[in-house]
């Protein structure tokens, strides 16, 4: 998904924490494993070394509600990303 920020994308202001690159925003729509797309996300990634930054609250957005568990909840969020990231078809818009 990188190769989708190294020429598109507006450029934020925010380096990368990684590499210090300037960052780049794109929306992108997320599928959810039944096909159905996700609200639209503004996702900033790194164009030089690939890495991505979620803003406050992305996480959470993007996470199954589960009960209240908060800690729980986080940890999914992350395990979703991360599956979304690597295995899921997404729209760039």
Same mark, same amino acid.
């Given at each position: 998904?990188?190769?989708?920020? *190294?020429? $598109?994308?507006? *450029?934020?202001? +925010?380096?990368? =924490?990684?590499? *210090?690159?300037?960052?780049?925003?794109?929306?992108?729509?997320?599928?959810?494993?039944?096909?159905?797309?996700?609200?639209?996300?503004?996702?900033?990634?790194? =164009?030089?070394?690939?890495?991505?930054?979620?803003?406050?609250?992305?996480?959470?957005?993007?996470? =199954? =509600?589960?009960?209240? *568990?908060?800690?729980?909840?986080?940890?999914?969020? +992350?395990?979703?990303?991360? $599956?979304? +990231?690597?295995? +899921?078809?997404?729209?760039?818009?």
């Amino acid at each position: 998904m990188h190769v989708s920020f *190294e020429q $598109e994308g507006a *450029e934020v202001k +925010l380096n990368c =924490p990684l590499c *210090e690159s300037h960052m780049r925003v794109r929306e992108i729509v997320f599928m959810r494993p039944d096909g159905t797309e996700m609200e639209p996300m503004e996702l900033d990634g790194c =164009p030089n070394c690939s890495s991505f930054w979620f803003d406050a609250g992305e996480l959470q957005r993007i996470s =199954p =509600p589960e009960n209240g *568990e908060d800690a729980h909840r986080e940890a999914n969020a +992350l395990s979703i990303v991360l $599956e979304m +990231l690597f295995h +899921l078809p997404f729209v760039i818009r």
